[in-house]
């Protein structure tokens, strides 16, 4: 039997974690002065009110999110078990990627909360941002290395979440030699990333998809991409035939990486990339009377917590409003969000508010969020935090 430490939940709680969710929350449990004690990331037994066991899992008395389950109740959470864990995250993205370029573990998705993996080739992408996880992070380092044994793994334990966990932030090569630098394929096309410097992990696998169903849409056609980062969506649109690309990101670095995207897959003539802040740059296309066949809006995180909602609710209005003055009669606007603090209908919402108000009629044709190797917990929507929208502009 397991000698953890037992989390009790006070009585009449713990309604969702019984129902299959993975989070419990620190109103949600008895912090008597032993419990509060405990070191954070410490690996604990959750129990109910009655004594018997949910889970096991680890806790941190200094977060909202007290404990977060990882397996059932007395199980050894050893290599093994990490093995388990990332063999089976493994087995998925085989069944819809040939290349090992995707995300590999997804955190609560794969039932490894706290931690994602981005695979880049030989190269591997490890953020973990809890304190749990970081406590765990020898042995499942050791697994990773059995289930695919990569060349270079990099920490990138930057995360800004990490510090709600009472965690240091640091970028460091837990081995090989990573490269500053390296090429990934996506859609059939090639890519660059620098996985220690860039936003995230380097790259977003998560709007692949996303990318590859307006790509679809651009023969002939003038696309605008803005926040176009490493040119996700613009590079792929000219590889299908678009016919002018025009890319705006405010960092030169990641407009670099875009440049070189474009010239690695045959289409530097079509795409131009500029510097500059968006918001200002669409202010400034509208003035000329510039208009596009299809404008892609994929911007930072306008609401990264709880208490940004309502200026990034109106921020996310705003863009809309703007991008849509900016599409050609007939055209196709793409607007999306990675905040999982604004709710999808909320989203939706703002995003109809600001397209409406240029009066020229419009039609939501298609809703999306990231690809399957995004996946969600059932019992978690705020982790499907990535929402796009496709409207069809009319006159």
């Known amino acids: 039997m397991s000698k953890r430490p037992i989390i009790r939940l006070q009585p009449k709680q713990g309604r969702r974690v019984k129902g299959g969710a993975p989070w419990v929350f620190s109103n949600e449990i008895i912090m008597d002065e032993a419990t509060k004690s405990l070191a954070p990331g410490t690996l604990v037994e959750l129990a109910a009110a009655d004594s018997s066991k949910l889970g096991a899992g680890y806790f941190n008395p200094k977060s909202l999110i007290s404990v977060r389950l990882l397996a059932k109740p ?69 697994a990773l290395d059995i289930v695919i044994a990569p060349k270079n793994v990099l920490l990138r334990n930057d995360v800004p979440s990490r510090a709600l966990e009472g965690l240091n932030s640091y970028v460091l090569a837990a081995s090989g030699d990573v ?54 969506f613009g590079v792929l649109a000219a590889t299908h035939g678009a016919r002018e690309v025009v890319g705006l990101d405010s960092s030169q670095a990641a407009l670099g990486l875009a440049e070189e995207a474009a010239a690695a897959n045959g289409v530097a003539d079509v795409c131009r990339f500029a510097r500059g802040d968006v918001f200002e740059e669409l202010e400034r296309l509208a003035q000329g009377k510039e208009r596009f066949d299809i404008v892609v809006c994929d911007p930072p995180p306008f609401v990264p917590a709880r208490k940004d909602l309502e200026p990034g609710a109106r921020a996310y ?40 108000r240029n009066r020229r009629g419009a039609a939501l044709i298609h809703e999306a969020g990231a690809g399957p190797d995004h996946p969600v917990h059932p019992m978690l929507p705020e982790t499907a935090y990535l929402k796009g929208l496709v409207y069809a502009v009319g006159e």
């Open 317 to 356: 209005r705003k863009l809309a409003r703007l991008a849509a003055q900016l599409v050609s009669p007939g055209g196709f606007l793409f607007l999306a969000s990675c905040s999982h603090n604004i709710p999808a209908d909320r989203f939706a919402d703002e995003c109809a508010a600001g397209v409406s």
């Open 179 to 232: 490269p500053k630098r390296v090429s990934l394929q996506e859609n059939g096309i090639t890519y660059f990333a620098d996985l220690s410097g860039g936003q995230k992990s380097g790259w977003y696998y998560d709007q692949r998809t996303n990318r590859s169903y307006m790509a679809a849409l651009a023969k002939d056609a003038r696309v605008l991409d803005a926040y176009c980062y490493t040119g996700g």
């Open 74 to 142: 007395d199980a050894e959470i050893d290599t093994d078990f990490f093995v388990g864990k990332l063999q089976r995250a493994l087995e998925l993205r085989s069944r819809f990627y040939d290349a090992p370029f995707y995300r590999l573990v997804h955190a609560e998705g794969d039932g490894l909360p706290g931690v994602v993996i981005d695979r880049f080739g030989d190269t591997a992408v490890v953020q973990i941002a809890t304190a749990g996880m970081e406590r765990l992070k020898d042995t499942l380092l050791s």
